[in-house]
């Protein structure tokens, strides 16, 4: 069964920074573009980043020269740094197989708040 396991979540304030990690439980993780997504109060989730099985990323215009998404194949982990946050970042972020019509079930998340 698959599992996305997302953690280093919480409360900064603006323009602190936090280290998002996805450990997941996928077969054959290191062949998967994995994507960071996030879901604000009302609104739709968006992916926000990705990055290829041979490390090619890419990012949402709102977190560019921001946010750098990595991975590390040996533990099937996939890291979120995001920099000079933003009140507008404050959501939950998960982690999935990019694009979204490749995602797997969905993980619980993990809850970013940007505020003073």
């Known amino acids: 069964q698959v599992q996305l396991v997302e953690s280093g979540g919480g409360l900064v304030q603006p323009g602190g920074s936090l280290r998002l990690s996805c450990a997941a439980s996928?077969?054959?993780?290191?062949?998967?573009?994995m994507g960071w997504y996030r879901q604000a109060p009302g609104k739709q989730r968006e992916l926000v980043a990705s990055?290829?099985?041979?490390?090619?990323?890419n990012y949402a215009d709102s977190v560019k020269g921001r946010f750098t998404i990595s991975r590390d194949n040996a533990k099937n982990t996939v890291y979120l740094q995001m920099n000079s946050l933003k009140p507008e970042d404050t959501a939950v972020y998960y982690c999935?197989?990019?694009?979204?019509?490749?995602?797997?079930?969905w993980g619980q998340g993990t809850q970013v708040i940007v505020s003073t």
């Open positions: 990055i290829t099985s041979g490390g090619t990323t």
């Open positions: 996928l077969r054959t993780f290191s062949i998967y573009t």
């Open positions: 999935n197989r990019a694009p979204t019509a490749v995602a797997r079930p």
